[in-house]
């Protein structure tokens, strides 16, 4: 719906991104506003995208001379239908599709894709001057993090096409990306990106909470809490801040209030790795574990994260249901992954 926070603008390129049509043999001239849009959105952490029909090898040989390659992620450049394309992009990119939207100078390829996904925005390509003024495309805040989106989606992409040409168990892959995990308390330059992954990650939030920035420099500076951030990098790059936990220190257990990890990583099994590393800091501090769970419709993953880290279910409260961690060994960290605290 307009108004809406859109996360990823997917462009036709024919008299849409440039004047003219490709197979055609048109002399291909850039319209006027593309440029600066696709520049100033991909500042703002907006992704980009195209779903077009045409030959893939000669449109993306135009888009590369014209300096516009880089910026497009998940390309569908083929004959099928735009709204098709655009699931498959957000397929890729693992987002949803109504945080998409579709740009296109022709009204019959809008209607197919507003039938088909209305919770896609459709615009004409007339549009495009004036796109970075729309309040769908313009978050309230940008991070360093958001600033980098884009480049965080390549070296993804990178990883996975690594992944795909090896040959070999899982184990030595993850071991072959010398990844870093770095989890410490979090600084006041954490918490815009903090506030950001409570809003934007649902699918792997524990209790689905979301807190704003003041909630959230508050707890940092609380003596009964402490707000932890993990980082994590590999051969390829940094993720970037992947994970958020919030636990109360109480004086007789700690309970963890919140625990969320970015979907980009699961299957390096970092949430595993970040449960742990919390039964470690409370058994040090003497306390019983314990945390929060609210099932969701999507939050599933987060669950079976706890229960592989020997969490099982003690209580409910309500719609709340509390887990305590087991009292038994704590699996030692995996030999492909190095972990970094503050004790270190």
């Not at 099932?295 to 020997?310: S, V």
């Amino acid at each position: 719906m307009p108004g809406e926070k859109k996360k990823c603008v997917v462009w036709d390129l024919d008299n849409t991104v440039w004047d003219g049509v490709l197979l055609e043999g048109d002399r291909l001239t850039l319209r006027p506003g593309v440029h600066e849009a696709l520049r100033t959105l991909d500042g703002r952490g907006l992704l980009h995208s195209v779903a077009s029909r045409n030959d893939h090898e000669a449109a993306w040989a135009r888009l590369t001379e014209l300096g516009l390659a880089e910026y497009f992620l998940a390309p569908r450049i083929g004959w099928g239908t735009k709204s098709q394309a655009i699931r498959e992009i957000a397929a890729e990119l693992n987002l949803g599709t109504d945080a998409f939207v579709f740009v296109d100078d022709d009204p019959y390829e809008r209607a197919e894709v507003g039938h088909a996904l209305p919770e896609v925005l459709c615009l004409d390509a007339t549009e495009v001057p004036k796109l970075a003024e729309r309040a769908e495309l313009n978050p309230e805040f940008v991070t360093a993090e958001a600033r980098g989106r884009r480049r965080l989606y390549q070296a993804a992409a990178r990883r996975k096409e690594a992944e795909e040409e090896f040959e070999g168990p899982q184990e030595s892959f993850l071991a072959s990306l010398e990844m870093c995990l770095r989890i410490t308390p979090a600084r006041e330059s954490d918490l815009r990106r903090a506030e950001e992954l409570t809003v934007r990650t649902h699918q792997l939030n524990a209790t689905g909470r979301t807190y704003s920035y003041a909630e959230l420099d508050a707890l940092r500076t609380s003596s009964t809490h402490q707000l932890l951030v993990a980082e994590l990098t590999d051969r390829f790059g940094p993720y970037g801040v992947i994970g958020l936990a919030l636990v109360e220190t109480g004086a007789e257990a700690w309970t963890v209030r919140l625990l969320l990890m970015s979907c980009r990583v699961m299957s390096r099994g970092v949430g595993a790795i970040m449960v742990n590393h919390l039964r470690r800091t409370a058994r040090a501090a003497g306390r019983p574990l314990y945390a929060d769970f609210v099932r969701t419709d999507r939050n599933r993953m987060m669950y079976i994260a706890y229960r592989l880290g020997g969490f099982t279910e003690e209580g409910r409260d309500g719609e709340v249901l509390s887990l305590r961690a087991a009292d038994d060994e704590i699996p030692p960290l995996p030999e492909y992954l190095r972990l970094i605290t503050d004790d270190d």
